[in-house]
């Protein structure tokens, strides 16, 4: 004890010494503005001593720099006397002097006071008064003195000494933001300074140069082609040249053939003895549109080179461009894997980051365990912010490779239990969310990594995320009864919004497993008596309905709306409710279950589409769900669930007095999606449109609804009892037609549905097409009363045909492990030919089309097709109507007249739906 | 990549002491005009740094958009900033004359307290650097002379200095190079 309070007590003796020295040697401590402006008078004196003066000026700088700020008179009264010091031939004085009127700033009108002194420094025998003269005078002059200097501007600009040159050049630039015309007068001086052998001089007439022709796309092409055949030495007029270089490349049209102009320019640049000038190139190559891996190829090699420099900055700028590049270009760095492994150990941690982020994009299926057991290593010294990118990484890795999932999930779960923010604990759970959306297989591990993690969460936020998961997909899992221990516990410990999240994710299990729910209930009898009023809300309100269900052992499908509605749903529904009538009481059999409707939203994650899936699907199909009001009609939930909505198009042929118009039908999605949903909008138009109908298509196991979505869009007229008739006119009987649902009223502005409904025979794949007629009553509103007249016409519109099409029995699926589903599937419900597609520009287009045409989804990334290869092999999943699986192995050839041939086998469970895949090639 | 300026654009160009506070600042940025946004900039940027050495090589980070290149030496941390799309080894050219050539002036003696009794110099050499955000000059023998105002004295150009005159500034060439 005692050596220590010795050991204590001379730190604190040296500690003071060290702030006394501090106190003693800053020559600004206790520094005061108003002190340092009296000073400043100092500058007034008949005889100037210039050391002083100095000084007092460096005070003055010093406090600007710290952020004290002049009022007006101050700065007008320091600007005054500074003119002062004009007097003085001390020529380090007169540096400072030049320095302070820059920062001070002065307003136009004190300008003129320092103009004469400045313009005869600007005449001055010496360089470094002209150069310096020139840039105080351009930095605080307006466009008026401008054109008094401008002829010594334009003389500097050709001065044999550097410094006089480069003042005037960067003047220029930035006098080019108050008068360009002024600037671009010296073009041709600018021109003859490029060829200046100062590096610095070349490098700013080239900026100039380029700033003055910049808008001239024709000017700047030809600057660029006269730049890359001179002869520059200058590193930094290099970089700026590649700049131009590339910014030219990107704006010209790329021929398909003929080789990208100046590219052998910026290979050349790889050889600069620069690195700079190196790195640039590298740069450029790397950016340019469409780039192919021949292209990248010498670029990638200096890159690597730098990887295993000694410099920092360089290993970074390195890694920085492979980083980039394996974003679209995995392939063409895998060269350089081993040396960034070693980078994992770097002691610049953004290089290591960059590193393991790149290697994850990279790397291949086996050398996933080794990195992960380099990055368990390194991930523990890192900061927060680096961990997120890495963990980001690790879920894009899992999506793309499947099978990997149990040893990147693990992972995940043991960077989980370490210590870290709520952004990092929150970006894990985040990504385990996403993995087990996508990956079936990896639900059971996921789902038990997170329910050991809120055993332990120090965040309710996420605690509540999880047991929200745990609710909604625990019950489909193959033993429930494991997770309700889990959730229970949180029923305990917990405080009130984790304990309320905990009581909705049980009776969920009580819902949806009839064999648990009398043991959720005995746990569900001990909440009742909560002491938050949240938590005892709910337990009553599910001890409630659990008991009925109990009771009455309702079917499967009715106990989803025990425990969840669609939120938005129910949001409008309440929200009219309030608006409207409020006699009668609320009615929650229109709201429709959230559960149903996610089952289609939830298709494949943003995070899918980042690794070069496409989401469009999902979404697209949602979209339609959104618009159709089919669900909201309990009359179909006897149906079961919808196997696929399709939208269809149906128009209104030109009728009597109507005018017709018709768009083309609008394609919902981008041009590549796998899926097209063509939607077309039928307007009547007779002054005004009067009405549009949309047709949608509900595939069910059994049935086939098609939904007429109808807007009237006059408010002169009222339509009523709307229905379609619907007729086969191509196609075999499979259908029959089952009843039809008409619309009492066409509302005005909103959207009304009619329905028609055809049993379906099921296992019968045909399509067929369908002529439509639109029957309705039309009244007229009068316009005296706004009451429609009592007496109304029968009136009928033949509508567009309705197609069935083949591809409507086929919905995409995601499957995780393609070979083993193969393999599981019989060889004897396989069906394989060949077709001849014809001529197209590339494997990538063909494989395309054939995603489009059987819109099934692309499995294992091998929609993508390596750049120039001559073959290449696709994957599709898809699920036919009546849950039965179908995989599909499509093989494309292309010859060397970029004819493509295609192979494609299909299997299933039954023959005929293996055929079924071939039937909708053929007949497109 | 999409708005290529005509040339490297710097934001700013920093000197901060050990502790994180400002000893010579310079910012061309025009949106971070605000003294409290520079101080947070300066604040957070420090709080990257510190824990890294840049005492041998020049380091560099990413933060903001932003790429920074840095370098500490003895009680001083020198600080380049650009866009994140600029060009790293442009930023260390930037870099490497800054420090440069504020060791050239000071003689080697690189330290706050130097720095401080001679921020005069520090200033000009910020002002021979940069330029409005343009590079102006990234050589530190020619930033160190121009700010020493080298050959100005007497309104006489080097070429035309006495033989004397020549003889002592060569003396003290000399003498600062071997005390480097």
New interface residues.
Partial sequence: MVENSIILGSESVKKRDEDSDDVY????WGIEKGAVLQEARCFNDSQLDARRC??V??KL??LC???DTFTKTEATEVFFSVTKLFQS?D??L???VY?II?EVCPSSDEVIIVTSSLMKDMN??????RSNAI?VLC?ITDAGLLGQIERYLKQAVVDKNS?VS?AAL??G??LLKINADIVRRWSNEIQEAINSSHP?VQ??A???L??IR?SDRLAVSKLVTQLTKSNIRS??AQ??II??V??VISQTVPSDNAPRPFFDFLEGCLRNKS??VI??AA?AII?LKEVTSRELQPAVSVLQLFLSS?????R??AV?AINQIALKNPLSVTNCNLDMENLISD????IATLAITTLLKTGNESSIERLMKQISVFVSDIQDEFKIVVVQAIQTLCLKFPHKHRTLVNFLSNILREEGGFAFKKAIVDSIFCIIKNIPDAKDPGLTHLSEFIEDCEFTYLSSQILHLLGSEGPQTTDPSKYIRYIYNRVVLENAAIRASAISALSKFGAECPLLRSRVLTLLYRCLHDSDDEVRDRATLYVQNLEKLSLHEVDNSNSHKVTDFALQDLESSLYSYISGCTVSPYSISNVRSASQKSKTEHGISKILSKAGHDSSFSEDVSSSFEQSNLLSNPLFSVYGSVFKVCSSNSRISPLNYFMFQSSKPISLTEAETEYKVNLSNIKFISTHVLSQVTCIVHLFQSHVVFEFKCTNTIEEQVLEDISVSMEMIEGVDFLAENSTISLDRMPLGDEGSTFVIFDRKEGVFEQAKFSCILRFTSKEIDPATGEPEEEGYDDEYTLEDVDLKLTDYLRPTNISNFKKAWDSLSEECECSSDYDIGKREGLQQAVEMVINIIGCQPCEGTEAVPPNSRSHSTLLSGVCIGESQVLIRTNFGLDELNNVTMKITARSERLDISELVHAIISNS | MESISSCTSIKNVLLLDSEGKRVAVKYYDCDMESTVQQLAFERSLYQKTIRSSARNDPEVVMFDGNIVVYKFISDVHFYVTAEDHENELILLSVLQGFFESVSLLLRGLVEKRSVLENLDLVLLVLDELVDGGVILETDSGVIANRVSMRGADSETPLTEQSFAQAIASAREQISRNLLR
């Fill in positions: 040697y800053s020559p600004f100095q000084q000026i460096t700088l010093y720099n710290q952020g031939k020529s380090n007169r540096r400072m320095l820059k001055s025998k010496v360089d470094l008064y840039r930095s410094v480069s960067v003047s630039l930035h610095m490098f700013h080239l900026s100039l380029h700033q910049q590193p930094l970089c700026s700049r131009y590339s910014q690195e700079m790195f640039e740069r950016n000694s410099k920092p900055v360089l970074f700028g920085r002691q610049n941690r953004s």
